[in-house]
């Protein structure tokens, strides 16, 4: 009886030449399973089921994941304002994750032999995928054909030409990953630590010029209204502003990053949507927490970012951030307005139940109504009375050395 293995199949050279080689030289049962986390269209998924099929796959299978990826991890990078380096809204790095567990699943579901992905040994994806599948299906075989044999891209094309596989063996000049949270773009001109991608080399390209204001309502933290619509999941608010920010060619940028594997890389990413909504999450978070529930909040935020980037969404300290995120957004309720306009955008107010920069409690610079000068003057005494303590001791000490 012949080895069934599981494999994550995008439907490029990679994994198409693993589909090949399992059937055609391993006699293996292949099993292939695509997870969309919001890339791709109901065409290009039939696409990808018939090309799976012609390559001779046993049973192939699609999972819907844009609403579970969003449940799982978007949710808790727009509550934690998530940028790794200050940048990368973590694109394709997070959905790498929320691939892996499902495949893990369909290993299970199908009690296959193997699993196996079409990760080079370059990057970081190749420890996201094996770190999960240890974890999820222990003593299971992770095989990983371009990896191991170090396969050239020629040679995986000369192997798929010599078995009569029809595809489109054109190399792009730019490589495209599209997501629910963005767009990477890779290129020559990210190889190097000097240079931009063209403008012409953008999958969305600039399309709008006349800036337009959109009011986006947050509650508890997510993004359920834009301008007069409502929506029932934060997936649809998210798509939708997609489609008004994107033609701005609003979230455009290039992360320089550190790999898991210890080496530096930059890579292009467009994002227009979820760059908007963090910086207008952040914005209304400003008004309703406190200065220390912000401060705390960034530290673990930060910690979280760069621990899911490392494919480490199954530590259990994960569940315990996530756990103060969720109390953190209690009161993070309001309208965020914000101006859309080529190239850039603008937070440019919010309106909240809860702000806590309200007028009955005083005005900024100017006399408050809560308390008096002479308050804060002996608030001021008392407030830094132990360093003022530190230094007289300090002076008197330094005096009888001299």
């Known amino acids: 009886m012949s080895k069934k ?3 994550g199949f995008s439907g490029g050279l990679d994994t198409s ?6 059937t055609d030289e391993l006699n293996y049962e292949v099993h292939s ?3 969309n986390t919001g890339g791709f269209s109901k065409q290009e998924l039939k696409d990808i089921e018939k090309h799976a099929k012609a390559l001779g796959v046993k049973t192939h299978t699609t999972v819907d994941a844009i609403k579970s990826y969003y449940d799982t991890i978007i949710k808790f990078l727009i509550y934690g304002n998530v940028l790794k380096n200050n940048t990368y809204p973590l694109s394709v790095s997070a959905e790498r994750l929320s691939q892996a567990l499902h495949i893990a699943e369909h290993v299970k579901k199908l009690k296959a032999d193997a699993v196996a992905h079409g990760s080079t040994g370059a990057g970081n994806d190749q420890v996201r995928f094996d770190m999960i599948f240890h974890i999820m299906i222990p003593g299971i075989e992770i095989i990983t054909p371009i990896r191991d044999m170090q396969l050239s891209r020629q040679q995986e094309i000369d192997y798929l030409k010599s078995k009569g596989v029809k595809m489109n063996f054109e190399k792009s000049a730019y490589s495209i990953n599209k997501g629910l949270w963005g767009t990477s773009v890779g290129g020559k001109e990210t190889l190097s630590s000097n240079g931009m991608i063209p403008e012409k080399a953008w999958p969305t390209q600039l399309t709008n010029n006349k800036p337009q204001q959109v009011k986006l309502h947050f509650e508890k933290g997510e993004l359920l209204g834009i301008n007069k619509k409502k929506f029932a999941h934060p997936v649809e608010a998210i798509q939708y502003l997609q489609t008004l920010a994107g033609p701005y060619a609003i979230g455009r940028d290039i992360h320089v990053g550190d790999t898991i594997i210890g080496i530096k890389g930059r890579v292009g990413f467009e994002a227009a949507a979820p760059i908007v909504i963090i910086k207008a ?5 400003k008004h309703v927490l406190t200065k220390w529930q912000l401060n705390l909040k960034n530290q673990l935020s930060e910690f979280y970012g760069n621990w899911l980037h490392e494919g480490q969404v199954l530590d259990p300290v994960m569940r315990d951030v996530e756990a103060f995120l969720i109390s953190s ?7 965020v307005f914000v101006e859309l306009m080529p190239y850039r955008y603008q937070v440019t107010g919010i309106e909240s139940p809860y702000d806590l920069m309200s ?3 005083g005005k900024y610079g100017e006399m408050n109504t809560g308390w008096s000068g002479n308050d804060v003057r002996g608030f001021s005494k008392i407030f830094g009375n132990q360093t003022a303590i ?6 008197s000490a330094d005096g009888q050395k001299n």
Not at 329 to 335: A, E
């Open 5 to 7: 293995v599981v494999i």
């Open 17 to 22: 030449y693993c589909v090949k080689y399992f």
């Open 33 to 35: 399973i695509i997870v």
């Open 281 to 285: 999450h952040h914005a209304l978070e």
């Open 329 to 335: 957004q209690q009161q993070v309720t309001g309208d």
């Open 359 to 361: 007028a009955k409690f």
């Open 390 to 395: 530190y230094h007289s001791v300090k002076n």
